[in-house]
């Protein structure tokens, strides 16, 4: 416990300090007797100095020490106090400087494409991809009967950071048909796939250690399950981290090259006025009437030959039975 010391108190120090102010309020008096307002505020200018004067005089030696000890008690807290403040400052700026998360993005991008020589526009394709370091993964060709290439299908990944530069590349390689590009900021995902990981890991440490302590059948049974699921939860995790740190460290652009459609002659216009273009017309029409009735034919033909398999037979066996039915005709009688 630190104990303080007490100033000590003198019986003559309210003495002086009464002295001292009957003495400033005299010489007060005189002053604004023999001057003006301007010799009144010097006398109270005077007075102030006498009374500073007479409690500086009034101070004792214990008094005096006390206050020495109070000025460097004072001083040391102040710097203290200083320190503090600036240790203060230091950790909450510290505290509010800005945090630099580095972001992961999934880019994909489409490029279609439409070249005459789809092959050339292949190898230009290709040395895009190489100049942007990255790689082609899937590729598709088609080709015509004299084994030209008339189609081609390439998925490529390129570095992440290359990916604005491949596209705008990519586009300039052949007649551009259409192209997108869409990106997916994952970095939330990635900070919580990690966090989950290390998480897991921790979890599955300990599960160890309770399994190294087990003694029991029953409880070594139970921690062995719960290191299987935690296991198996840890390998899916680290999957899906693989998964995005695969895809944000690379871009993937599907390039579609078509070649380019051959136009198709046009047909003159024939002259819609005059006799060839009237006997043409009618020749046309008669053509189509011979057509309508040849179909009408062919679709009664059918019906014609059974008709004729049945009917013929039933015709003769009517006219027979008719035959038989009638009487015989009488010769008339001579005269």
């Known amino acids: 416990m630190t104990t303080h010391a007490q100033p000590t108190r003198h019986p003559g120090r309210r003495t002086r300090?009464?002295?001292?102010?009957?003495?400033?309020?005299?010489?007060?008096?005189?002053?604004?007797?023999?001057?003006?307002?301007?010799?009144?505020?010097?006398?109270?200018?005077?007075s102030a100095g006498s009374s500073d004067e007479s409690s500086s005089a009034s101070r004792a030696p214990g008094e005096d020490g006390g206050s020495a000890g109070t000025a460097?008690?004072?001083?040391?807290?102040?710097?203290?106090?200083?320190?503090?403040?600036?240790?203060?400052?230091?950790?909450?700026?510290?505290?509010?400087?800005?945090?630099?998360?580095?972001r992961h993005v999934i880019s994909h991008g489409t490029v279609s494409l439409t070249s005459d020589d789809v092959r050339e526009a292949r190898r230009d394709v290709q040395r895009v991809v190489d100049a942007s370091g990255g790689d082609v993964t899937e590729e598709q060709t088609d080709t015509d009967e004299d084994g030209e290439s008339v189609y081609?299908?390439?998925?490529?990944?390129?570095?992440?950071?290359?990916?604005?530069?491949?596209?705008?590349?990519?586009?300039?390689?052949?007649?551009?048909?259409?192209s997108d590009r869409t990106s997916e900021d994952v970095s939330t995902q990635v900070i919580d796939t990690d966090v989950r990981v290390r998480a897991q890991e921790a979890s599955l440490q300990r599960v160890e250690q309770l399994?190294?302590?087990?003694?029991?059948?029953?409880?070594?049974?139970w921690i062995e399950s719960q290191l299987t699921t935690r296991q198996a939860e840890l390998d899916s995790l680290k999957g899906q981290q693989a998964w995005l740190a695969d895809q944000t460290r690379d871009s993937t652009i599907v390039v579609d090259i078509s070649r380019t459609p051959d136009e198709e002659p046009r047909e003159e216009e024939e002259d819609?006025?005059?006799?060839?273009?009237?006997?043409?017309?009618?020749?046309?029409?008669?053509?189509?009437?011979?057509?309508?009735?040849?179909?009408?034919?062919?679709?009664?033909?059918?019906?014609?030959?059974v008709l004729a398999l049945l009917g013929v037979p039933v015709w003769l066996v009517v006219r027979r039975s008719v035959r038989r039915r009638r009487p015989p005709v009488t010769p008339p009688a001579a005269a």
């Open 152 to 178: 081609a299908r390439l998925v490529v990944r390129v570095p992440a950071g290359s990916f604005g530069d491949a596209m705008t590349a990519l586009e300039g390689v052949a007649d551009l048909r259409g």
């Open 17 to 46: 300090r009464l002295l001292g102010l009957a003495a400033a309020i005299s010489m007060t008096a005189v002053l604004a007797a023999c001057s003006s307002s301007g010799g009144g505020q010097d006398a109270s200018e005077g």
């Open 72 to 102: 460097g008690s004072g001083s040391d807290g102040a710097a203290a106090q200083d320190r503090s403040s600036g240790a203060t400052t230091s950790s909450t700026g510290a505290a509010r400087a800005p945090v630099v998360v580095e």
């Open 211 to 221: 399994l190294a302590r087990a003694q029991g059948l029953k409880d070594i049974i």
């Open 272 to 305: 819609a006025s005059g006799f060839l273009a009237g006997f043409g017309g009618g020749m046309k029409a008669l053509g189509a009437v011979a057509v309508g009735l040849a179909t009408i034919a062919g679709a009664l033909l059918p019906f014609v030959a």
